[in-house]
């Protein structure tokens, strides 16, 4: 199939020849297409200005604006914090921040279900206090950047967890971690949120098996037990309904 876009695989360098669409430029093209639907079931991938971006629905993934400059520019190094930690790697222009969190940094729950296109939210981490798809994320534009992890996640001992072995809510390895990242996302966003809002968090996180329907009330028990955990933790109070992080 001549015509058809070869991405390579994530390490490719190569790539970028003979009319064949290297990945960096593929996550460019689709960071331009702000406010466009890059793939199935309501993920989306956008670099829009804030104003576009606010306009979103929340399950929207967001992709930072670039920065030339760094990214152009060869092999950059970049510091970020990972669930708290600070890291500063170098890293080559065409790697994604799932590549850098996964075979540089060891974070292993950002998955690639869907070969890094976007389509299924199993790479999702919150960075900047936003739901993004880490595989649609150019790692050098995420220098400075604070992103949280399903790692993160669990080791605060996040009522999530909790909610979710008690609703068997589980789906498999690979996609538990980006449904338990978007839960996340909401609750930091909405501490009370209804069950359709949970559904709208979740749109984006797609899989093939059944149990779609227990995230809800994983998700609304795991805000019930905020206030507690909030308290324990020493944590700051989340913004309440309807607030964006
Ligand atoms: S959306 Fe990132 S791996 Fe599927
Ligand atoms: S493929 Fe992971 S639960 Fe369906």
Redo the contacts with the bound molecule.
């Keep these: 199939m001549p015509d058809e876009p070869n991405f390579g695989d994530e390490g490719n360098k190569g790539a970028e020849n003979a009319g064949k669409m290297s990945r960096r430029n593929f996550l460019k093209d689709a960071g331009l297409a702000a406010g466009a639907p890059a793939v199935l079931g309501g993920a989306m991938a956008i670099s829009a200005p804030p104003d576009a971006e606010a306009a979103q629905p929340y399950n929207a993934r967001a992709v930072p604006v670039a920065s030339e400059a760094v990214c152009a520019s060869g092999m950059a190094t970049v510091t970020l914090t990972v669930n708290g930690d600070k890291y500063t790697q170098a890293v080559e222009p065409h790697w994604t921040l799932r590549q850098l969190l996964r075979d540089r940094l060891g974070f292993t729950s950002p998955k690639d ?1 869907c070969g890094g296109m976007g389509a ?1 939210g ?1 790479c999702t981490v919150i960075m900047n206090g936003r739901p993004v798809l880490s595989c649609m994320t150019l790692a050098c534009e995420c220098g400075g950047a604070v992103v949280e992890t399903a790692e993160g996640i669990a080791k605060a001992g996040h009522p999530l967890i909790q909610a979710y072995i008690d609703h068997n809510a ?7 971690p980006g449904f338990v990242v978007s839960a996340k996302a909401l609750l930091d966003r909405n501490a009370d949120p209804t069950e359709e809002d949970v559904r709208d968090a979740l749109g984006g996180n797609l ?5 779609y329907q227990q995230h809800p009330p994983a998700v609304l028990q795991a805000a019930k037990a905020l206030p507690e955990f909030q308290k324990r933790s020493g944590g700051e109070p989340k913004p309440s309904k309807g607030a964006r992080a």
């Design positions: 279900w299924c199993s589980f789906q498999c390895g690979y996609c538990t899989c093939r098996c059944a149990t």
